[in-house]
């Protein structure tokens, strides 16, 4: 939430939707530094940022962080459909406009977020300078979501599925049980062995099983008991409408503004993966599938194979945005990469 984590930078902005984004914003010191938009994913808020806001702030660049609707000091409506990609990304274009930066700026994104940017480089794409994914890459516009097909492969494939906690993430009680056990739920995501997420979240009923027995993991040492606390603060009493976002995702409620829109696949823009060893070693095997995402695309691997990386392995992801913030705004092009 932006006015916890930097109460001095915090705004809010009240929508042409009627809807009030709360977000972070630090002009750049020099009009040639750019401004890094941040869009965070699920369970989080502007405030898993922090690490990137100071370190960027620092470099003289502009940060613009927003709690994305749903989260922290952001709307929160009920309805599902509010939450489908074509319009959030119009409120994020929205607040560009209103702050005045009609130039571009750098997006960045992590989890959920990453839906959100790779729509906004679909309906948007001369407001971006740049587009970098964490963790979770690039969605093409257009296509279906089929989660019991997308389980059904993952159990072919690794003996068990991988996105089971989707389906109980849609279902009706799942907000209320993440509220009853925010602490079981909390040391799930943010856990010292990532691995448990093989066994405790991606089979189907794994993590409501973990949830109504309130098991705990150990937590992950990047976590301070202060960071777990406000983390509780913010989410507690609002995973309900956060969970929407996968109701969208599930229910495929983007899908027709997707193909009315007729929308291009390839992103114009230089775009960046930070990515777990494995996944980036996918995108290094296939050449084919990585030009036909876009022109100028380079694959980072991230040392660690955790989700929360811009958390974790702060140092390390900082400097890769950086070098490639540096080599966009020199104009290089360096075409399709993998390191």
Known sequence: MAAIAFPKHAKTLNLSTNHTY????IPPRTPTKPTILFLHGFPSSSYDWRHQVSFFAATGHGVLVPDLLGYGGTSKPSSATEYRAKGMAAEIIEILDHEGMLDGVHAVSHDMGSILLSRL?????DRLLSATFLVVSYSKPGERFDLE???DMTKHLLGKEKFGYIGFFVGDCAGRLLDEYSDSFFTLFYPKDPNIWNDHMGPYGAMEAWLRADRRAELAPYITEEERSVH???MIGYHT?????????????????????GLSV??????LMVLPPALAGQFAESPTESSEIADDLTIKSVSTPGHWVQIEARDEVNSMLLDFFERVDSGVLVGASTA
């Open 232 to 234: 509780q603060q913010i």
């Open 121 to 125: 480089v679909n309906y948007f794409p």
């Open 22 to 25: 709360s977000y972070i914003l």
């Open 241 to 261: 409408s956060a969970l929407n976002w996968y109701k969208v995702l599930a229910e495929n409620f983007n899908l027709q503004d997707e193909l009315e829109a």
């Open 266 to 271: 390839k992103i114009p823009c230089p775009t």
């Open 149 to 151: 097909a997308v389980n």
